[in-house]
């Protein structure tokens, strides 16, 4: 999307084709500096959200207004915007551009079944053949993954739209909607319009689906599962990574609300284990989602219940992580074999067809 920039560490001075130019700092850096790591990370964080006149960081001003619809839990002064860029303050007062039930900025379409969605080896939309998904793609996210790729979402014009409320979404139904899913950007900053919309679908039978980041209040996470749990649906949980440091690097937000939000999800696990409840999937972003990451994501999954499905999915260059290669084949093997070393049970991969036959080079 944007030129990457050298391809060297800004700690270090390591060069290698698996340093992203843009972020300018590399895994082991992460792993063994990490206090440097997560500075020099937030500089280009924030650099990136200038381009599109997102907020550079989530505001925590003491005498600010809160919002608490995410993890960031920002404190908006006057006049001020919170991190997802939706929500505003004025005259002391939180005001929502979008993400109300009456307001969601987003777009959709029919997706005919079977499709590519992340759940495919257990979810029973794959079964589906002449019916279709209503995807639903939200115009906003709570992270900033750096390798994002739906990165468009940050285009979104917050004056314009598109907007519609839950009760014109849910009228996009017809009698060959099987399923919704709600994506992005990601569902969180927008979960009242989500969880509103939903709830009008369940009544018509269709099942919920959900692929988010997790970074939404846990109330909110709660009410999104019991609906996916009540009409047949799978809450897709996307971990990014499990160190807290190599996720602020990578996507400029902590990860204690996702793990949070999993563990109160994967609980309930056993309560409809078919299909299942749950499923985690982790982007294998060539240079930093290693296999060591995987094998302590699939160890955390495992301690919780051991069935969880968990998708390894390969990764295309994008967003500001353009220079790096798409996802090789022996990484992909090798984190499977790390994902049931580490105790799971239920371990895909994704889309093979994004995998290179090509060894990295460092």
Known sequence: ?????????????????????????????????????????????????????????????????????????????????????????RNGRLVHWAGTPQRGLLHWYRDPLPTNCVADPVCTGRHQFGAHNLAVFYASCTFDCLFCQNWHYREADIQRGPFL?????????????????????????QMPHALASARLLAQRGVVVCWETAGNAHPKLMDQAVELSLQSGGIVKFDLKAFDERLHMVLTGASNRQTLENFTRAARRFEERPAPPL?????????????????????????????????????????????????????????????????????????????????????
């Not at 009760?167 to 900053?189: H, I, M, N, Q, W």
């Not at 296999?291 to 994501?297: K, L, N, P, S």
């Not at 499905?309 to 990764?315: A, E, I, R, T």
Request: contains cysteine.
């Open 1 to 89: 999307m944007r030129e990457a920039g050298e391809k060297r560490c800004r700690i270090c001075g390591k060069r290698g084709a698996l340093i992203a130019g843009f972020l300018g700092v590399c895994l082991e850096c992460i792993r063994r500096r990490p206090e440097e790591a997560v500075q020099l990370a937030g500089e280009a964080h924030r650099r990136g959200r200038r381009l599109f006149g997102l907020p550079e960081a989530p505001p925590h001003d003491p005498a600010g207004t809160a919002c608490v619809l995410c993890g960031h839990h920002c404190r908006i002064p006057e006049g001020g915007r919170g991190f997802c860029g939706l929500r505003t303050v």
């Open 165 to 189: 409320s839950a009760e014109e979404l849910a009228a996009a139904a017809r009698k060959d909607t099987y399923c919704v899913c709600y994506f992005g950007g990601d569902p969180a900053s």
């Open 278 to 362: 749950v499923v985690a999937s982790t982007l294998l972003v060539p240079g930093y989602v290693d296999v060591e990451e995987v094998r302590r994501i699939a160890g955390f999954i495992a301690g919780l219940h051991p069935a969880i499905p968990y998708v390894l999915l390969g990764f295309a260059p994008h967003c500001f992580m353009p220079d790096l290669p798409t996802t090789a084949r022996s990484h992909a093997l090798a984190a499977v074999e790390a994902a049931k070393s580490a105790g799971l049970q239920n371990v895909h991969i994704g889309n093979w067809h994004l995998l290179s036959r090509e060894e990295y080079e460092e």
